[in-house]
């Protein structure tokens, strides 16, 4: 199809290209537009080689020194045919517009076409050709010979054609004067957008914030525009490169908007538009969606339309807040008018009313420039306004504060006298609520006293009973062997044969030999209970240390037998006790009292085990070990447990599960008071149903003791 439609088209192409006639290039004519010497051609297919092309496109002139063909699908021609009439031999075929796609060049000596170079926005790194990133091709054109030049170009973007031939020499001005230009132009808006984020780390105003990235957003914009870009800074990312202009457009008409809406304050001073700007940005989102769901010149058009019409709007905006008194508003409309000025100088050129020339594609760099020093006047402006009113808050500030001294000498001259009846009344309270709580610790003294001599006097009454049970059959087999021993004693050696028999008989009746095995046993019976006596007393003894006020060095493991021994009676009516004590230092501590915390616990968790509701026997598990500068005595029970609300609440004083009447909370309260004497701390872990487990953990040494042991060593 396109082979029948190239002939079809022959004639007229042929036609085409034998009206076309050399114009003679001279020295004056480089560095000049060469749109009125361009000739185009429109590809619909975009499938038309060069040679194709010609064989004898139907070329038409263009008329005009920049020519724009606004946004075309077509595979866009365009040719020339020179003569050299100049000395030189090389030269630079430049396209000084960064925004296309695709551009190839070619050079056609006898009708034998060369591509000189292929590059584009959307051609990746790996296919370009040229060692120059810039759409700069090099030609060669003897002196004297002619050469047609052919270029062919693609975009989804508007098409701007600033075509010259350039010498060596003249590219390299060119580019100095412009670098330099884009240098100046960069180092403005860096030194703006540095200040300024100086002055947000130091105010902490999101309107610096959003001033800050407005800047790097409008350089980055007018970076990709003038080339620097998609030629340098971001050429291997052919993505970015062909969707840059769009997109940093559109942010950065985002981010002008939202630090107009910051810096002018429209919810206070426009809030109606205020809340319509809300609807730009989702319609920005939108244009950028378009252009990545392959609509690339409807999102164009749409950016184009949508930039000057966000720009319009927040013109309105400060407009309107001028009108209602903003003084920020006032420095924003300024600078907005000048940038929008320079928008309109951009756009006009892009649609051929202005020409297309140094003043018209750096309007938009110099209007952003001048833009960002004047809105950075205004962010100056709004420091001085910041500090104003803070002086004039502090001056508020200082006057309430005298204001507030006076009242408060005032009234303390009246809360003085009052202060010192309810301090009288209050040493009167503190003074009832000790005799109170000494009144209630006794009474928890009285009652571990009560459950204590119980358990003594019955621990007690059992040797007693034992011995006192054993005094008759004692009574009776010592009467049995003095009988006979008084018989033998009174036997005369005359009548020894008579009696002796009779004294044999008697003993015989009497079991005598019994009666002394018997008696060994009441001995040694007596011998038992009287110890086990003398081992409860000493018990006793151990576990109230009445006598011992001051710190010691005790074995706590001869603590927990002690206070075991007082508690015999009722844990062996309750639980099994199961003993796995470990090998401990010595601790220095008050043992009278570490043994009343020891009996505390013990005591809850025979009462623990008691309320249990299955009625069997529990089991109680004491367990003493080293962990590191310290000794940890643990005691465990298999009763009911406790919930977390309880735990959280056990060592508070007069706290109790107990009914009323059977205790008074006092218990582990004091436990705990005495562990943190000690410089020690005591924990309890427990769930419902699995029981409840007490740890107490003891320093060896005390605070002093340790610190006086240090010295020593030192």
Partial sequence: MKTLLAFLLLPGMALGAERTTAWPLQVGDLGVHLGERLEVFHDPSSALSVNEVLAGASFKPLGSPVPNLGLTRDAVWLRTRVRNNTDLERFHLCIDYADLDRVAAFIVHDDVAVQVGSKGQSVPASERTGSDPEFVFPVRIAPGSEATLLIRLMSNKQIQLPVLIRSADGLIAVRSGRNLTIGIYAGVMLVLALYNLFLLLSIRDRSYLFYVLYLVAVLATQLAFLG??????WAGNTWWSSHSTLILTLITATLGMEFARNFIDTRRFAPGMHRISVVFYIVFALCILAQQSGMPRVAYQAAQGLSGLSAIFTLSMAVVAVRRGSRQAFFFLLAWAVFLSAVVVFVLKDVGILPYNEITILAMPVGSAIEGVLLSFGLADRINILRREKERSQAEALSMAQENERIIREQNVMLESKVQERTKELQESNDHLKRTQSQLVNAEKMASLGQLTAGIAHEINNPVNFITSNIPPLRRDLADVLEVLNGYRAVDAA????????LREREAELDIDGSIVELGEILRSIEEG????????????????????DLKLADLNEGLQSTLTVLANQLKDHAELQLELGQLPAVECHPGKLNQVFMNILNNAIQAIASRKDLRRGTITVRSATVGDAVRISIADDGPGMTEAVMAKVFEPFFTT????????????????????????ITVESLPGAGATFHVTLPQRQPHQRHEHQEQRA
């Fill in 228 to 233: 620097v870009g998609p030629f340098y800074l």
């Fill in 658 to 681: 107990k009914d009323v009447g059977e205790g008074t909370g006092l218990g582990l309260s004091i436990a705990y008071s005495i562990v943190e004497k000690h410089g020690g701390r």
């Fill in 530 to 549: 009287a110890g086990r006596t003398a081992e409860i007393v000493r018990g006793l003894r151990n576990f109230s240390r009445l006598d011992e006020d």
């Fill in 495 to 502: 009548q020894a044969t008579t009696s002796l028999p009779a």
